[in-house]
């Protein structure tokens, strides 16, 4: 029988060093897609190698693009929009980004395909592309709106344009829009309520794509002819977020994190944390392919209690589980509310972290859409966490870990990898204590 493996992670004396995360992974399947729909050879360097980047790779290669691993890049040989239809369905693991955006990427290109995902991707909802895409006349056949979903042939209908209205924070969606819109001739437009990640406007633009964002509306004319490019993926604010709060939390540490992307859709968590009296700043700003990267430097900190509210959410909607960790070790009653979009991601995190954390001593209350923590800077930990397969439930904890009293045990390490693989490798090597235990 195949050995399982949880980890643990102990009371941690001090994190110190310089260190990189792995790449970010919403800006790497960004670039696999966009790359592919470039007629020319584009390079990819430092794209992440985990499962959910891998997932996408796989079925682009399926859809018959090559893409060849060279020594330090990854070259995508771009078909200018056109893909082969593989006999089988595509796989898209874990990753709702893969899936979503390949939906919209796919739908308006006249194949018939079937994507479908693990037990996890299963259940989360698709309706909130499959509306958009329907309303540019595509089909898109799905199980009550969940998997796997059917992308039917274009037949009778003529796709159009639209102009959404888009009511949730959700980059995926946006996403799945204006991958659509590249192959739909006219302009679509996309009003955002609650703005999110702009990864892909960038990286479109960057790629030639006739794209124009005024305040929070977005317009996107095609045809477009995108040119192949050469570009570098920053280091994932994402991954860097646990090694931030592991080092707020724990004595005596002082980290500095290279290199990281600082889009400004994904760094509401470093406001949040500068208004708890975090020790963070950030030195070497650049611009890569246009997005802003820079240096992290982070050390210790007394923490105070942290009031945080529905605008900011799609800015640090990934970092909410981390920052639930940061305030559990915080001063004061921390309030965190218009947490519904938190709840359709890998697993509930609302209730996944309101349960790994009440059952490792920390006071809090949690209601329908919101959650209360009162911190404390012991902690006492020593139970075994369910992760609920959910990647990022997994690593929070394991940080919690490293500045609890007793350490904390994660029932389940294997969807780390979809993320951040090495993720006890590196947190290890900065002075972190996380070590398998096998049952
Ligand atoms: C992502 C968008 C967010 C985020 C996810 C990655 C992306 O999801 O939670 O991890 O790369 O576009 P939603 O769009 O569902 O909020």
């Known amino acids: 029988m195949?050995?399982?493996?949880?980890?643990?992670?102990?009371?941690?004396?001090?994190?110190?060093?310089?260190?990189?995360?792995?790449?970010?992974?919403?800006?790497?399947?960004?670039?696999?897609?966009?790359?592919?729909?470039?007629?020319?050879?584009?390079?990819?360097?430092?794209?992440l190698e985990s499962e959910d980047v891998k997932h996408t790779m796989k079925s682009l290669e399926d859809l018959g693009i090559k893409i060849l691993k060279k020594k330090n890049f990854y070259e995508v040989y771009g078909n200018g929009g056109y893909f082969e239809k593989p006999s089988y369905n595509l796989y898209l693991g874990n990753?709702?980004?893969?899936?979503?955006?390949?939906?919209?990427?796919?739908?308006?290109?006249?194949?018939?395909?079937?994507?479908?995902?693990?037990?996890?991707?299963?259940?989360?909802?698709?309706?909130?592309?499959?509306?958009?895409?329907?309303?540019?006349?595509?089909?898109i056949e799905s199980n009550?709106?969940?998997?796997?979903?059917?992308?039917?042939?274009?037949?009778?209908?003529?796709?159009?344009?639209?102009n959404y209205n888009l009511k949730i924070g959700s980059a995926q969606v946006k996403s799945a829009i204006l991958f659509a819109s590249t192959n739909i001739?006219?302009?679509?437009?996309?009003?955002?309520?609650?703005?999110?990640?702009?990864?892909?406007?960038?990286?479109?633009?960057?790629?030639?794509?006739?794209?124009?964002?005024?305040?929070?509306?977005?317009?996107?004319?095609?045809?477009?002819?995108?040119?192949?490019k050469v570009l570098t993926i920053p280091g994932d604010f994402s991954s860097a977020a646990f090694l931030i709060v592991a080092t707020l939390i724990t004595k005596n540490?002082?980290?500095?994190?290279?290199?990281?992307?600082l889009n400004f859709y994904r760094i509401g968590l470093l406001e949040i944390l500068k208004k708890m009296k975090a020790?963070?700043?950030?030195?070497?700003?650049?611009?890569?392919?246009?997005?802003?990267?820079?240096d992290i430097n982070v050390s210790s900190s007394k923490l105070i209690s942290a009031s945080v509210n529905k605008k900011i959410i799609p800015r640090l909607i990934d970092e909410l589980p981390i920052?639930?960790?940061?305030?559990?070790?915080?001063?004061?009653?921390?309030?965190?509310?218009?947490?519904?979009?938190?709840?359709?991601?890998?697993?509930?995190?609302?209730?996944?972290?309101?349960?790994?954390?009440?059952?490792?001593?920390?006071?809090?209350?949690?209601?329908?859409?919101?959650?209360?923590?009162?911190?404390?800077?012991?902690?006492?930990?020593g139970n075994i966490v369910q992760t609920f397969k959910d990647h990022r439930i997994a690593m929070s904890m394991l940080v919690f870990g490293l500045a609890s009293e007793k350490g904390i045990v994660i029932d389940d390490e294997s969807m780390i990898k979809t993320s951040f693989p090495k993720f006890k490798e590196i947190l290890n090597l900065v002075g972190a204590k996380i070590e398998f235990l096998s049952k």
């Open 2 to 47: 195949k050995k399982l493996f949880t980890l643990k992670s102990i009371k941690s004396k001090s994190l110190n060093g310089i260190i990189y995360v792995p790449s970010d992974k919403s800006i790497s399947i960004r670039a696999l897609i966009i790359s592919s729909i470039c007629l020319g050879n584009s390079k990819i360097f430092n794209l």
């Open 95 to 139: 990753s709702g980004t893969g899936i979503r955006l390949l939906t919209g990427l796919l739908a308006s290109r006249g194949i018939e395909i079937t994507l479908t995902g693990d037990e996890s991707l299963s259940s989360r909802p698709m309706n909130r592309i499959i509306e958009p895409l329907e309303l540019m006349n595509l089909t």
């Open 144 to 162: 009550k709106g969940c998997l796997p979903l059917k992308i039917k042939k274009i037949d009778k209908k003529i796709p159009v344009p639209i």
């Open 185 to 228: 001739k006219g302009t679509s437009t996309i009003i955002e309520n609650f703005p999110s990640r702009d990864h892909t406007e960038i990286m479109l633009k960057f790629f030639g794509a006739d794209i124009i964002k005024k305040k929070n509306k977005i317009a996107i004319s095609s045809p477009n002819f995108l040119k192949p």
């Open 253 to 261: 540490s002082k980290l500095t994190i290279k290199d990281v992307g």
């Open 279 to 294: 020790k963070i700043s950030i030195t070497n700003k650049k611009k890569i392919n246009g997005e802003f990267i820079g």
């Open 323 to 381: 920052l639930f960790v940061a305030a559990s070790f915080a001063k004061g009653e921390s309030k965190f509310s218009g947490l519904e979009e938190l709840k359709f991601k890998e697993s509930d995190r609302l209730s996944s972290m309101a349960i790994a954390l009440k059952n490792s001593g920390v006071n809090l209350e949690q209601k329908k859409n919101s959650l209360t923590i009162v911190g404390s800077n012991i902690q006492s930990g």
